[in-house]
């Protein structure tokens, strides 16, 4: 395995080369004029949107529209434009933070990301400069609202599948589109419409339609189980005729539009949904403290402080690989703009080349959500069930993210497919590694530790995982050949072991970040919650690397790969611990971190 860090390593890298601490971006390098930014929304969020929240989820989307140009004035819609169209520029990881501290809004959230996000931004990469002059100033300013069509129907994960039809006009100075939108965030007051077609039946193609075209209109407010205060509508689409000026990007490359701004939204929706678990968190803490049962607060009881520990750590983890991926993609925007790219297109190629690690987080920042949303409502008992408490319409709202911008199951799929991908193509040298920890198996195993830091022993850990997954993504992809891409049930373990490695890893150079910046003294919380979480995914790489043998070896193969597999396990188990009897013993990560407030989320 290749143990050399890169300042700017290529996507994916991360599971052939060792990562250090110095080069991984965390939240606490962020810079004082992102801090500021943040506060700005933090109590934008808490004053005008929190207070307003029973209106907005009973469908008051008069408040939506007003927040979203109060939003504007104050030049946050705005603030990762350029300059030239009324923004900021600012850099990635303050659009981060941005982005998080709009998390805990609710379902505002949701029509701010659709807004600055998929609605916006298509237009910034991919317009002419007339169509950027036009449209981009209006929307940084919040005076013009956007929304993005691209499901159908009849097409969901698979968008180039979409029916909707573009026709060109006999004059040929106009398109005219007919078919159906559905689930488009933001229709209800949109001004300004992203739409996909097929021009030729084959040709996808991305346009932009505005409000009051004749022959566009609006279904009904859908009835959803969450995020009941963002405007969700059908889209339809009569003869709707618009100007041969208004096709957004190149006849037929409108896939490209549609995919690469997926990247960034599925980095933001996990910030976002971070933002959003801290605010849950708090909301639990506060609840566990003052709720008093047999004379005591349920703070003070251990299952509850274990459920606080678990959300926590869970949410600590996220924002750790959250920045690590943020401080990449501002690392490939600096490193392109400084090749000569123009700040839009290395933004967005950036993205491009970080679309696993962006995959990744997308899984993991949806999931640790959930997971947090549901013992909140745990925690607050029979309060949590009903809508005079915020934890319902946290449980509620959360589901929703697990398919918005690409189900989790896709983004799993992605994740695995491109890394197999980079390999076939010598992007990412994934087989000689693998090879090598073949030949490494067959040797005797080395149990023998050197000391060498603090957390020197969770790196070399995390180092046997990704060996289990090399040994067995190598494998797979020898057995099937092809068709491997088709081996879903195979894919999706791998990409749970890397999900886990990636989050763990990203845990572990967070600390020693911490603890080289702090002290060990002044770190000992951060340590156990990172070492805390390493234990356990230690157990789920196992659990899920087994399935994926069973899922294609037999007989001989099998047998050694299972052996393969338990040997890096229990190198990883005999590495972590201080001695063979704690091994024997299996007190790994006995014990939980006790969080009752030592963290200000």
Same mark, same amino acid.
């Given at each position: 395995?290749?143990?050399?860090?890169?300042?700017?390593?290529?996507?994916?890298? *991360?599971?052939?080369?060792?990562?250090?601490?110095?080069?991984?971006?965390?939240?606490? +390098?962020?810079?004082?004029?992102?801090?500021?930014?943040?506060?700005?929304?933090?109590?934008?969020?808490?004053?005008?949107?929190?207070?307003?929240?029973?209106?907005?989820?009973?469908?008051?989307?008069?408040?939506?529209?007003?927040?979203?140009?109060?939003?504007?004035?104050?030049?946050?819609?705005?603030?990762?434009?350029?300059?030239?169209?009324?923004?900021?520029?600012?850099?990635?990881?303050?659009?981060?933070?941005?982005?998080?501290?709009?998390?805990?809004?609710?379902?505002?959230?949701?029509?701010?990301?659709?807004?600055?996000?998929?609605?916006?931004?298509?237009?910034?990469?991919?317009?002419?400069?007339?169509?950027?002059?036009?449209?981009?100033?209006?929307?940084?300013?919040?005076?013009?609202?956007?929304?993005?069509?691209?499901?159908?129907?009849?097409?969901?994960?698979?968008?180039?599948?979409?029916?909707?039809?573009?026709?060109?006009?006999?004059?040929?100075?106009?398109?005219?589109?007919?078919?159906?939108?559905?689930?488009?965030?933001?229709?209800?007051?949109?001004?300004?419409?992203?739409?996909?077609?097929?021009?030729?039946?084959?040709?996808?193609?991305? *346009?932009?339609?505005?409000?009051?075209?004749?022959?566009?209109?609006?279904?009904?407010?859908?009835?959803?189980?969450?995020?009941?205060?963002?405007?969700?509508?059908?889209?339809?689409?009569?003869?709707?005729?618009?100007?041969?000026?208004?096709?957004?990007?190149?006849?037929?490359?409108?896939?490209?539009?549609? *995919?690469?701004?997926?990247?960034?939204?599925?980095?933001?929706?996990?910030?976002?949904?971070?933002?959003?678990?801290?605010?849950?968190?708090?909301?639990?803490?506060?609840?566990?403290?003052?709720?008093?049962?047999?004379?005591?607060?349920?703070?003070?009881?251990?299952?509850?402080?274990?459920?606080?520990?678990?959300?926590?750590?869970?949410?600590?983890?996220?924002?750790?690989?959250?920045?690590?991926?943020?401080?990449?993609?501002?690392?490939?925007?600096?490193?392109?703009?400084?090749?000569?790219?123009?700040? &839009?297109?290395?933004?967005?190629?950036?993205?491009?080349?970080?679309?696993?690690?962006?995959?990744?987080?997308?899984?993991?920042?949806?999931?640790?959500?959930?997971?947090?949303?549901?013992?909140?409502?745990?925690?607050?008992?029979?309060?949590?069930?009903?809508?005079?408490?915020?934890?319902?319409?946290?449980?509620? +709202?959360?589901? @929703?993210?697990?398919?918005?911008?690409?189900?989790?199951?896709?983004?799993?799929?992605?994740?695995?497919?491109? @890394?197999?991908?980079?390999?076939?193509?010598? &992007?990412?040298?994934?087989?000689?590694?693998?090879?090598?920890?073949?030949?490494?198996?067959?040797?005797?195993?080395?149990?023998?530790?050197?000391?060498?830091?603090?957390?020197?022993?969770?790196?070399?850990?995390?180092?046997?995982?990704?060996?289990?997954?090399?040994?067995?993504?190598?494998?797979?992809?020898?057995?099937?050949?092809?068709? *491997?891409?088709?081996?879903?049930?195979?894919?999706?373990?791998?990409?749970?072991?890397?999900?886990?490695?990636?989050?763990?890893?990203?845990?572990?150079?967070?600390?020693?970040?911490?603890?080289?910046?702090?002290?060990?003294?002044?770190?000992?919380?951060?340590?156990?919650?990172?070492?805390?979480?390493?234990?356990?995914?230690?157990?789920?790489?196992?659990?899920?690397?087994?399935?994926?043998?069973?899922?294609?070896?037999?007989?001989?193969?099998?047998?050694?790969?299972?052996?393969?597999?338990?040997?890096?396990?229990?190198?990883?188990?005999?590495?972590?611990?201080?001695?063979?009897?704690?091994?024997?013993?299996?007190?790994?990560?006995?014990?939980?971190?006790?969080?009752?407030?030592?963290?200000?989320?």
């Amino acid at each position: 395995m290749n143990t050399t860090d890169q300042t700017n390593p290529k996507g994916g890298a *991360f599971l052939i080369q060792t990562s250090t601490a110095a080069n991984t971006f965390i939240r606490e +390098d962020l810079s004082e004029e992102a801090k500021e930014f943040a506060s700005m929304v933090h109590e934008f969020v808490y004053k005008k949107v929190k207070p307003h929240v029973l209106k907005t989820d009973k469908g008051d989307f008069g408040l939506i529209v007003q927040f979203l140009e109060e939003l504007g004035e104050l030049g946050v819609l705005g603030a990762a434009l350029p300059e030239e169209f009324g923004g900021m520029g600012i850099d990635f990881e303050t659009e981060s933070v941005i982005n998080e501290e709009i998390g805990r809004s609710n379902s505002f959230s949701v029509a701010v990301a659709a807004h600055t996000g998929i609605g916006t931004l298509p237009i910034l990469y991919f317009g002419t400069e007339a169509q950027k002059h036009k449209y981009l100033p209006g929307l940084g300013s919040g005076k013009l609202k956007a929304s993005y069509c691209l499901t159908e129907p009849w097409s969901g994960s698979d968008a180039l599948g979409a029916r909707t039809k573009a026709i060109l006009s006999d004059d040929k100075k106009s398109y005219i589109i007919n078919g159906q939108k559905m689930w488009i965030t933001n229709a209800g007051f949109a001004d300004i419409f992203i739409v996909f077609a097929q021009i030729d039946g084959d040709k996808f193609t991305g *346009f932009i339609v505005e409000k009051g075209t004749p022959g566009l209109s609006l279904g009904a407010e859908e009835d959803k189980m969450g995020i009941k205060g963002s405007s969700t509508r059908q889209v339809f689409f009569e003869n709707v005729t618009i100007p041969i000026e208004n096709v957004l990007g190149e006849i037929g490359k409108g896939h490209k539009i549609a *995919f690469n701004v997926l990247n960034i939204g599925r980095y933001k929706l996990s910030v976002q949904a971070n933002g959003a678990a801290k605010d849950t968190i708090n909301n639990a803490v506060r609840y566990a403290i003052d709720r008093q049962q047999f004379k005591t607060s349920i703070s003070k009881f251990g299952a509850i402080q274990y459920k606080l520990a678990e959300m926590a750590i869970k949410t600590w983890m996220v924002d750790a690989a959250n920045y690590r991926v943020g401080g990449l993609i501002q690392d490939q925007i600096d490193a392109l703009v400084k090749s000569g790219k123009t700040k &839009e297109q290395a933004k967005l190629q950036a993205a491009e080349e970080y679309n696993i690690e962006c995959a990744l987080l997308k899984v993991l920042g949806s999931e640790a959500l959930d997971y947090v949303v549901d013992e909140t409502v745990q925690i607050y008992g029979g309060m949590g069930f009903s809508e005079e408490a915020p934890a319902a319409r946290a449980y509620r +709202d959360s589901r @929703i993210n697990r398919i918005f911008e690409g189900t989790n199951e896709i983004n799993r799929l992605l994740a695995v497919g491109t @890394i197999m991908k980079k390999a076939m193509k010598g &992007e990412l040298d994934i087989m000689k590694p693998a090879m090598a920890v073949q030949k490494e198996l067959m040797a005797i195993p080395d149990f023998g530790v050197e000391e060498e830091g603090v957390l020197s022993k969770e790196k070399k850990v995390i180092e046997q995982a990704k060996k289990a997954i090399l040994m067995i993504a190598g494998a797979a992809a020898m057995h099937f050949k092809e068709s *491997f891409e088709h081996q879903q049930e195979i894919m999706m373990d791998i990409a749970d072991m890397l999900l886990e490695v990636y989050a763990s890893e990203s845990c572990i150079l967070r600390a020693e970040k911490l603890i080289d910046r702090n002290g060990l003294d002044k770190s000992s919380l951060i340590l156990d919650i990172a070492k805390t979480y390493l234990s356990d995914s230690l157990e789920k790489i196992h659990i899920s690397g087994k399935h994926a043998i069973g899922g294609f070896a037999e007989g001989d193969q099998a047998t050694m790969m299972m052996m393969g597999l338990e040997a890096l396990h229990q190198i990883s188990i005999i590495q972590y611990c201080s001695s063979e009897e704690e091994y024997l013993q299996g007190n790994v990560g006995e014990g939980r971190v006790v969080f009752l407030g030592n963290f200000n989320f």
